[in-house]
């Protein structure tokens, strides 16, 4: 399942991808279809326990989404699909700016263990010390 949607042969890839990946791949260990290797190859990819642990839980994300929704599908195939939407999962092109896609509904990456805006760098050298525009009065 997981191979037909995402290529394996990347030398590096985004963040972003590497949560999507890892949850597509806790939907395919949740259909019986693990792929040890791909899960130990995209962990190494992250340079911190952090990084490590938002890993894990999109995997364990995606697995528990199976959990949760299996029994409204007819079949294995037909899980995955609902789940890992194929036109929302970009293929990799094995470099390290590849583009994701915001998911337009349920389906695709939860906003969960995405990267929250409020680490995005600001305008200005100022914007780091600043107290967030969240919150702030208005």
Avoid: C
Avoid at 1 to 9: C, L, P, S
Avoid at 78 to 93: N, R, S
Wanted: zero cysteines; charged letters at 35%.
């Amino acid at each position: 399942m997981y191979e037909r949607v995402f290529r394996t042969d990347w030398r590096t890839i985004s963040d972003e991808e590497a949560i999507r990946r890892m949850y597509a791949l806790g939907v395919s260990s949740a259909l019986g279809h693990p792929n040890r290797g791909e899960f130990e190859r995209i962990r190494r990819q992250a340079g911190t326990a952090y990084g490590r642990s938002v890993l894990q839980l999109a995997f364990e994300e995606g697995k528990q989404r199976v959990a949760r929704n299996e029994s409204e599908y007819d079949s294995k195939q037909d899980v995955w699909e609902a789940l890992v939407d194929e036109e929302t999962t970009p293929a990799t092109t094995g470099r390290a700016d590849v583009t994701m896609q915001k998911p337009t509904d349920k389906q695709g990456i939860p906003d969960a263990v995405g990267r929250a805006s409020a680490l995005d760098g600001g305008g200005d050298d100022f914007s780091r010390i600043r107290l967030p525009e969240f919150l702030r009065r208005g």
